[in-house]
């Protein structure tokens, strides 16, 4: 931290370099004589403390914080299909469903019904997992968030 010797030492430097070369004319010309001199005075600048920056910041991450414990419903779209009714309901154990996507085609991953990654369906002891192999970019994240905010509040 600076002492209060040190500005002072600082303040008297700065006038007399504010008294010597920097007080001369801006500009002279010698063919108009009615040409004012123009002196420019110098001031020692005051900053703000660094100490209060926790203050005014906040502590780093402190926002992102709050939410890390916020759930969300993930789910993962193997595919769809459209059936009438009829074919529904004459459903039964063993039926085979076609969705419109190939084996090996990736799934979409959706975070709160928002498309947020692709990935490939994987097998972990007894259950499916989802390998993540592609992330959507922020501004396709960022449509979809708005697209469907306009559509609530029609």
């Known amino acids: 931290m600076f002492e209060d010797d040190d500005i002072k030492d600082f303040d008297e430097e700065l006038e007399a370099h504010a008294n010597s070369e920097f007080s001369k004319p801006l500009f002279t010309d010698a063919e108009d004589e009615e ?8 001031q020692p600048v005051q900053f703000a ?3 209060d920056m926790d203050q ?11 939410l890390l414990d916020v759930k969300l419903q993930l789910t993962v ?13 004459e459903l039964t154990k063993g039926s085979i469903v076609t ?4 084996a090996g085609e990736p799934v979409e991953l959706y975070a709160n019904g928002k498309l947020i990654a692709y990935g490939e369906v994987v097998v972990i002891e007894d259950n499916f997992g989802l390998r993540i192999t592609h992330i959507t970019d922020p ?3 960022l449509n979809t968030i708005s697209s469907n905010s306009n559509k609530d509040a029609e």
């Open 35 to 42: 040409v004012e001199e123009k002196t420019v005075t110098v």
């Open 139 to 141: 501004a396709r994240r």
């Open 56 to 66: 005014i910041q906040g502590p780093p991450n402190q926002n992102l914080n709050i």
């Open 77 to 89: 779209e193997l595919g769809k299909t459209e059936l009438p009714i009829k074919k529904v309901l």
């Open 49 to 51: 403390s660094f100490e």
């Open 99 to 102: 969705l419109n996507k190939a």
